[in-house]
């Protein structure tokens, strides 16, 4: 039987470096993830015997239904001295703290209040458990696929020139929520014309225009887990499309397609994302492609491995990654094409159906 996620921090108690006592968890996803609890605010501390979930009083009945198993412990205004006391009572050693999470302040007013404990920075040990989705997990992010692709099928019969970026963006969200979204996983972009040279652009009053192409990253949130796509559609309003949009926007499906075929076990991250930078760059373009190719994705929109130069990860089985290259010309616009893969057993699988031919409305 496989590890449960609590067991796994349990053996990366001892194959950390220094070994630790206990580790106290702050980050909400990895809360959520070790401890099944999904209420807005908590603590987790696990030891080798004890795993305790601290939490206030609008959340005990929750954490005691979502995390069977698990100690919960009320905190009680001055919450502050609360934990302290709870994390007095544990009697650690040496504790592991999240320290890419943890803030400054808290650290250095918790490690004065409680001396007695050694506070050891940690980084990235429940992240590393959560790069290898399970199938309960992998299909969280496939409904969440799911109903961002419905989604975006539905809003392209709503998309013409005249509506604002804005509106597109609240439709798109409205349909996403009605098909049975959490949440959209991260602010819609909705960027037309010379807007889509910025790869984060925000939604505006802009109208869009007969003749933009028209960028839209979205995703839905489904049960904890998100999805993220992007589509850049030809809103033509009776125009075709120019030369240069198609030339730029086939270029882009082309290395998005060769992205999506080098993402296989045994691939090593950095090198997914330098096939596709070379394409570009063989192009005369390389320097309009401004990000990484592409990252994992699971309880949080961007995680690791990440499809990026500085990542020497091994591709394997059970992780669920981007790509999405793209270019963005200052004053003329941009494109970029994402999909979301799961890499499995017996092969790498593209979750969204969505078209990625150029969509001419
Ligand atoms: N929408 C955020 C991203 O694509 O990474
Ligand atoms: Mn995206
Ligand atoms: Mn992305």
Redesign the pocket.
Known sequence: MTATPLERVRSALTTNQPALDGLFITRPENRAYVSGFTGSYGYLLVTKDEAVLLTDGRYVEQALEQAPGWSVVRLQRPYEDALMAALKRLDVQRLGFESDHLSHADYANWTQKLPAIEWKPTIGVVAHLRRYKTPQEVAAIRQAVAIADDAFASVLNFLRPGLTERQVAAELEYTMRRGGADAAA?ET?VVSGARGALPHGRPEDKQIEAGDLVTI???ARYGGYNS???RTVFVGGGKPPTDRQREIYSLVQQVQQAGVEAVKPGVVCSSVDKLCRDMFDRAGLGDYFVHGLGHSLGRE?HEFPMLVATDETVIEPGLVL?V?PGLYIGEWGGV?I?DDLYVGENGTEVLPRSTKELILL
């Open positions: 991260f972009i990253d979205f995703g993220d796509i992007t929109v981007t999405e970029r994402e």
